[in-house]
């Protein structure tokens, strides 16, 4: 995706995204990951910054039952464009991706991208009620429920229960 620094309005704008990156995975594959969603794009003084919030989703498994779903989640996008050439003393933002450039196209795929990995949930699962796989039989929780007992509690907690 190309933000023209020539052509872009003084003031603010709307910048509507609709992307899908390819993410390689351990195995050497790869699974979509799909950014959607309206940027603000603010062309004051000399700085360009782009901000909002995307809808990521991909494809993924559940960590708990093992069952496949569509990911959903929220990505913050905070780009600052500075237009001056590269080595212009800046002040330091940790969290907003700095770009440098005076004029012509600025590609916003990496920053965007980046951005959609960085909040890239941990934990991946179904739902939040998701009971997972019974770690005695293999059953999955969510379907049918075993007879299995419950994992024994530890007795050198057994004081904490008093």
Not at 30 to 56: F, K, Q, Y
Not at 58 to 68: H, T, Y
Not at 87 to 92: S, V
């Amino acid at each position: 995706m190309k933000l023209n620094l020539d052509t872009l309005p003084f003031g603010r704008s709307a910048l509507e995204v609709e992307l899908t990156f390819l993410v390689e995975d351990e195995e050497g594959g790869g699974t979509g990951l799909t950014v959607v969603g309206e940027l603000a794009v603010d062309n004051v003084d000399s700085r360009v910054l782009v901000a909002g919030v995307l809808a990521v989703s991909s494809p993924a498994v559940c960590d708990r039952c093992l069952e496949a779903f569509t990911l959903a989640y929220e990505a913050g996008v905070d780009i600052q464009v500075i237009r001056s050439k590269p080595g212009t003393p800046d002040e330091e933002t940790p969290d907003t991706w700095i770009l440098h450039q005076a004029r012509g196209e600025i590609d916003l795929d990496e920053p965007l991208r980046e951005a959609a990995l960085l909040d890239l949930p941990i934990k991946r699962v179904c739902r939040e009620d998701c009971l997972g796989i019974c770690p005695t039989c293999g059953a999955e929780r969510n379907r049918k429920d075993c007879d299995c007992p419950r994992e024994p509690a530890d007795p050198r907690w057994d004081g904490l229960d008093s």
